[in-house]
């Protein structure tokens, strides 16, 4: 499984940001997408993901600012960020879960790709 995300970059304090996560096959179109992120000193975590049904799950910090979306015919999810804030600068990472029941999974991670918002 190969996950390519681009889209990083510099940008003002409220400005806006759009990262693509490309993958490819079936794979990638019928398992959940997510994108984390994890700034210097700190934890990755989840920003928001994405079901094969569409079915999204947004981080508090996110909500309202960030939407997920996928488009399955070409295999990409995408994080439109609007209002960017100082705090959000980070290494933006998409991730690929693949369950395989009884609490087992498998998860596949893009390359990172920057963002930074100066103040």
């Known amino acids: 499984v190969q996950l390519q995300a681009f889209g990083g970059g510099l940008v003002q304090n409220g400005g806006s940001l759009r990262l693509s996560c490309a993958g490819s096959?079936?794979?990638?179109?019928?398992?959940?997408v997510g994108w984390y992120r994890q700034a210097p000193g700190k934890q990755r975590e989840l920003v928001a993901s994405?079901?094969?049904?569409?079915?999204?799950n947004y981080a508090d910090s996110a909500k309202g600012r960030f939407a997920i979306s996928r488009d399955s015919a070409k295999s990409t999810v995408y994080l439109q960020m609007n209002s960017l804030k100082p705090e959000d600068t980070a290494a933006y990472y998409c991730?690929?879960?693949?369950?395989?029941?009884?609490?087992?999974?498998?998860?596949?991670w893009g390359q990172g790709t920057q963002v930074t918002v100066s103040s």
């Open positions: 994405i079901s094969s049904g569409g079915v999204t």
């Open positions: 096959g079936i794979i990638f179109r019928i398992n959940t």
């Open positions: 991730n690929l879960r693949i369950e395989y029941g009884f609490a087992t999974f498998n998860d596949y």
